[in-house]
Nanobody, 115 residues
Framework: QVQLVESGGGLVQAGGSLRLSCAASGTIFGINNMGWYRQAPGKQRELVASITRVGSPNYGDAVKGRFTISKDNAKNAVYLQMSSLKSEDTAVYYC?????????WGQGTQVTVSS
């Protein structure tokens, strides 16, 4: 079992920045990828960014060049630095971890970008 706890969401003005954090606990061994997904009202959940165990990042097209994913293996944590935020980035952001091919999800954190 893997538990994921997100933090760092909130309200920010368009053009601003925000940093999300996700801490993993439980059976950490076996986690391959970690990442962030988001879901806006009435829309499907979509990939924001992911990072492999060895640190290779992957970004959704909507956030390339604006968001940066990173991780701290010692803290079992993954971060999402969001810059140049737009109103369309408003969504609930979910931390995701893939543990032996089984996905785990955090409870989600709301990010609201005001225009």
């Amino acid at each position: 079992q893997v538990q994921l706890v997100e933090s760092g969401g909130g309200l920010v003005q368009a053009g601003g920045s925000l940093r999300l954090s996700c801490a993993a606990s439980g059976t950490i061994f076996g986690i391959n990828n970690m990442g962030w997904y988001r879901q806006a009202p009435g829309k499907q959940r979509e990939l924001v960014a992911s990072i492999t165990r060895v640190g290779s990042p992957n970004y959704g097209d909507a956030v390339k060049g604006r968001f940066t994913i990173s991780k701290d293996n010692a803290k079992n944590a993954v971060y999402l630095q969001m810059s140049s935020l737009k109103s369309e980035d408003t969504a609930v952001y979910y931390c995701n971890a893939v543990h032996f091919f089984q996905p785990y999800w955090g409870q989600g954190t709301q990010v609201t970008v005001s225009s």
